[in-house]
């Protein structure tokens, strides 16, 4: 089984996931931290970490439900629940407000 | 509905949530936990508390006094969450129930079912004298 790698952070209180392979760096912006993807960024409030995921599941029908949010799945990471987001549609909550931030 | 029943009964875990009781048929029922810590999502129902783990897997959860508009009722000192099974047999999914407490396993005489409808709430019974929604979470989820 491959066990994909996420970089983990929070933001607004959930902890988000994105595939390592998209990530290009993050730095420091506006009091929080930018996350540049490759096509886009997304902003953090803290960085976690890179995380191994041993499963990445689909949302199910009932979260999707009660949260009609594009997302590429659910994982538990190290613990803690993750969102993991599709890079190329991120949630609109993570959108960066300020644009900024030296990449790692 | 797919049943729990015996003898024409639905054998139910029957929970407060609210000033509501509501009878989770025991066939739909996983698991009963003290009350699971939830992380919330942006944007979400508000019926939707947010993800817990449960078992190493993410669980969405409920609560389910708005799930059925149960007034508000007085806080609980053991809240719990039930693990249930939610959705269509063939697509069941597991969810969290956030109810208020745990009360007992009862059997819900199926001919005393009234005001059945497809919904999440099946219809009410009797039980002990009290009305109490009985539930379906195969509705659950369906839009």
Not at chain 1, 81 to 103: F, H, S, T, W
Not at chain 2, 87 to 106: F, K, M, N, T, Y
């Amino acid at each position: 089984m491959s066990v994909e790698e996420l970089l983990v952070f929070e933001h607004g209180g959930t902890s988000w996931g994105v595939a390592r392979a998209e990530v290009r760096g993050f730095g420091a912006a506006g009091g929080g931290v930018a996350v540049t993807l490759r096509h886009g960024r997304v902003r953090a409030d803290r960085v976690v970490g890179m995380l191994p995921a041993p499963v990445v599941a689909r949302p199910g029908r009932v979260l999707r439900r009660f949260w009609p949010v594009h997302a590429r799945g659910l994982a538990v990471v190290g613990g803690r629940v993750v969102v993991v987001i599709d890079p190329l549609a991120p949630p609109p909550g993570l959108a960066p407000e300020i644009e900024g931030g030296a990449d790692a | 509905m797919t049943t729990a029943s015996g003898e024409g009964g639905i054998r139910c875990l029957l929970v407060r949530a609210g000033e509501y009781r509501c009878a989770v048929p025991l066939n739909q029922v996983r698991r009963v936990v003290a009350s699971l810590a939830t992380h919330p999502l942006p944007n979400a129902a508000p019926e939707l508390l947010g993800l817990a783990e449960f078992g190493g897997e993410p669980l969405p959860v409920l609560e389910l006094a708005r799930l059925v508009g149960a007034p508000e009722g007085a806080a609980s000192p053991h809240p719990v969450t039930v693990v249930a099974w939610a959705g269509p047999p063939r697509e069941r999914e597991l969810v969290g129930l956030a109810a208020d407490q745990a009360l007992s396993i009862v059997e819900v005489p199926v001919g005393s079912l009234a005001g059945g409808q497809a919904g999440l709430v099946s219809g009410e019974a009797l039980v002990d004298g009290a009305p109490v929604r009985v539930l379906n979470l195969e509705h659950l989820g369906a839009a």
